[in-house]
């Protein structure tokens, strides 16, 4: 089951910051479009319900800037460790003799993985049209999966939405299995 606009604004009002009014149909597919994704349901569900703003939390309501940065950002950690520190994922095949070789498959091969899309400084949902997705931590190859969906996540990162309540997007303790993403999920394991 997906996060409801009930549990989006749940998980709105426990955050200890300012929150916006919600991302509009057209506000989203806008975004969407210029940005070249689309945001999982839950996602979607929880910016329209409201947009969390200050520091670290993406403006989606802003040209390009900075959001382009941090849409590329979970490739690019990935891309400096293969040049920088060696990093190879096993289902790439033999890696490559040369560095910018390596870099080149890589980067052709990066470009098949869900996109990552950012949800507070580097923590990341995937975009993908199914609810109930992890959201990950994302530090070039280290990943961890931050909580098995998005209610989840929020709840751990920021506390509870209701005491002792769920969000109805996944187990309230943050302890349910994530659902698996190709490649994000295989860094996380």
């Known amino acids: 089951m997906g996060l409801t606009q009930a549990a989006a604004h749940a998980l709105l009002k426990a955050l200890p910051v300012a929150v ?5 149909a057209a506000e989203v597919r806008a975004a969407e479009t210029r940005f070249g994704f689309v945001f999982n349901p839950d996602h979607k569900t929880f910016l329209m319900a409201g947009l969390p703003t200050g520091n670290g939390w993406p403006d989606w309501r802003t040209p390009r800037g900075s959001l382009a940065d941090r849409l590329s950002a979970p490739i690019e950690g990935v ?5 920088e520190n060696g990093f190879w994922a096993p289902a790439w095949g033999d890696r490559p003799r040369t560095t910018g070789r390596a870099v080149d498959v890589a980067r052709r ?3 098949q993985v869900p996109l990552l ?3 507070f ?6 975009a993908l049209p199914k609810p109930g997705l992890p959201v990950f931590s994302v530090m070039q190859t280290d ?3 931050y909580g098995a969906d ?5 709840r751990r990162e ?3 939405a209701e005491p002792g309540g769920s969000d109805g997007a996944g187990g309230a303790d943050g302890t349910a299995e994530a659902v698996r993403v190709p490649f994000w999920s295989d860094l996380a394991s």
């Open 117 to 119: 899309v950012p949800v």
């Open 150 to 154: 998005l209610g989840t996540y929020l």
């Open 20 to 24: 916006a009014e919600g991302l509009t």
């Open 158 to 160: 920021f506390g509870p």
């Open 79 to 83: 891309l400096f460790d293969v040049e």
């Open 143 to 145: 990943v961890i999966v």
């Open 121 to 126: 400084k580097h923590r990341y949902a995937p």
């Open 109 to 111: 091969n990066l470009a």
